[in-house]
């Protein structure tokens, strides 16, 4: 079946550094390609999105390309501040129309002064 | 605001005790979702529902069970048949379009400890 995995954590990181959590998938057909962020005690919110190969999603300086040929969608951003330490989920859409996300299993993300 | 609305954000049950978590969404979503969420776990779909009235189990249903009474209402109960329930439970909506396309509205999660 359909599956996401990412990299493992925690990831630390100082601020101002270079971010890269990855994420492939194992999917039929061309799903949808999720990243949520969990900050901590709350729940899930949209990061981003990208709904098809080679769409490049963007928000709040984080960026994802959907990447058929590689099945992943890595999620980078340039410089990170301590207000973007989370949990970071990557998910893909499950064929249908049942609405279903598969998740991965979250990376921790710590960004020290 | 429109969102999603959890209670209680705390709840702590004794060894047999049936206990239900509180969903309701005044985003006029069509679908809801419960997830249960475990240290280095992700999440994992408990039970969704697509349209009131009907519901499908997820990927790790046994020992829980729900409702889809009202649109904007799913409630979900954590049974003595549940063998571990302690655990981070979040709600979800949506209006799935095309397929895969789906961006899911969480609500901020209820956490259950059982003593």
């Known amino acids: 079946g359909d599956s996401v995995t990412q990299m493992e954590g925690p990831v630390t990181l100082s601020e101002e550094a270079f971010l890269t959590i990855n994420c492939t998938y194992t999917a039929t057909g061309y799903p949808s390609l999720f990243w949520y962020v969990q900050y901590p005690g709350e729940g899930l919110q949209l990061l981003l999105k990208?709904?098809?190969?080679?769409d490049k999603g963007s928000n709040k300086g984080f960026e994802a390309t959907y990447r058929k040929e590689t099945t992943s969608f890595h999620l980078e951003k340039g410089s990170v501040q301590v207000s973007d330490s989370a949990v970071y989920f990557c998910?893909?859409?499950?064929?249908?129309?049942?609405?279903?996300?598969?998740f991965g299993q979250g990376t921790t993300l710590q960004v020290k002064p | 605001d429109g969102g999603i609305t959890q209670s209680p954000k705390y709840l702590f049950r004794k060894e047999g005790q049936n206990v239900t978590l509180s969903c309701e969404q005044n985003l006029n979503h069509d679908a809801m979702y419960w997830y249960r969420q475990d240290p280095g776990q992700g999440l994992r779909l408990i039970y969704y529902?697509?349209?009131?009235?009907?519901?499908q189990k997820g990927d790790i249903a046994e020992g829980y069970s729900v409702s889809r009474e009202k649109k904007e209402s799913f409630p979900l109960t954590v049974t003595s048949a549940q063998k571990n329930p302690t655990a981070f439970y979040l709600c979800a909506s949506s209006n799935p379009g095309r397929a895969g396309a789906n961006v899911l509205t969480f609500g901020a999660g209820s956490r259950l400890t059982v003593l």
């Open positions: 529902s697509q349209i009131v009235n009907d519901f």
């Open positions: 998910a893909l859409g499950e064929p249908g129309n049942t609405g279903k996300l598969i």
């Open positions: 990208a709904t098809k190969a080679d």
